[in-house]
């Protein structure tokens, strides 16, 4: 098995580089009234951001990227769109898998990330023959939270940084290793959900195989309710499941205040344009693309990988 080891010596900062750039000379200008030593520190900061991330550069160059179209039968450009009805038979199957396997264990977030990650590269190690070792480093906060409030994690994939912004229960898991998947060079969200995803659910343990599944679940009643918050939350109380569970998936979609309601509308246009200059189907990728990838895998006869991965 080749051994690829990524520095990612920014995510190993106190702080996180890209705040440190942006904001010093506007924090020095207050406190100090001059703006030369913040402009110092930025120009430090962006030293030791460039540097980390040419690193990283360097030893990805020998990393064998997974070919979803071939290990899958599907990609970006080739999903099947999956009939609504079938997607209502999945939130019950998923729901009754969910209750029936529920787990209230926490494992703390530093141990959890150190799980997530091994199990992560063992995945697609089995998959590339290449072990490609990164950062577990979380932080639990970054200046991304302001911009993008909607976001429940953030992954800076020049350079690896890694934020989770809120305590997310049982999907915590899944979102760390969606972030991870980030961190190992794969851009593409659609590959963040499924990798962490399958990787997730092979692992065998409770807590990230409920994490996966929940994941899955919540983005079924989001195509289900087209984006409508009354419709998700109303959906979420029609499941036959435990108090416990009804609650995780009402905490995942509060109510919005009015400065993350008036940020969030004009930020997730400009995102999910962002996402379509760049190869993918926009912000229906973490939900409708995720779930017709399964579909579509699922069903496939071309597919290398087996189809029992894409199973509940």
Not at 38 to 43: F, K, M, N, T, Y
Not at 225 to 253: N, T
Not at 282 to 295: A, C, K
């Amino acid at each position: 098995m080749d051994e690829i080891h990524i520095p990612n010596d920014a995510t190993y900062a106190p702080f996180s580089l890209t705040d440190v750039i942006a904001t010093a000379p506007l924090a020095s200008r207050l406190l100090l009234g001059a703006t030369l030593p913040g402009r110092v520190l930025s120009a430090a900061a962006l030293g030791m951001y460039a540097g980390s991330a040419l690193k990283d550069w360097v030893s990805r160059r020998d990393v064998r990227w997974i070919d979803f179209q071939r290990e899958f039968g599907c990609d970006v450009r080739t999903l099947e769109s999956m009939p609504r009805q079938a997607r209502k038979d999945e939130v019950f199957r998923i729901a009754t898998r969910l209750d029936e396997g529920f787990t209230d264990e926490r494992i703390p977030r530093d141990e959890l990330a150190v799980t997530v990650n091994e199990q992560l590269t063992e995945y697609i190690a089995g998959i590339t023959g290449q072990r490609v070792h990164t950062s577990s480093e979380v932080r639990d906060f970054t200046l991304a939270r302001l911009v993008f409030p909607f976001a429940m994690g953030v992954c800076d994939v020049v350079s690896g940084d890694v934020a989770l912004f809120r305590d997310t229960g049982i999907f915590e898991p899944h979102i760390i290793c969606h972030e991870f998947v980030h961190r190992k060079g794969y851009w593409k969200e659609l590959h963040a959900q499924a990798l962490s995803y399958f990787a997730l659910m092979s692992s065998g343990d409770p807590v990230l195989v409920q994490a996966a599944r929940a994941e899955r679940l919540h983005r079924q009643l989001k195509v289900l309710a087209a984006d409508d918050h009354e419709v998700y939350h109303a959906l979420v109380e029609s499941l036959d499941v435990r108090r416990e569970l009804k609650e995780e998936f009402h905490a995942l979609r509060p109510e919005p205040g009015a400065y993350e309601s008036s940020v969030s509308v004009v930020m997730k246009r400009l995102y999910d344009e962002r996402l379509r200059l760049t190869g993918q189907n926009g912000l229906s990728d973490y939900d409708e693309g995720f779930t017709n990838l399964l579909w579509t895998f699922s069903r496939s006869r071309r597919a290398r990988q087996e189809a029992r991965q894409a199973s509940i």
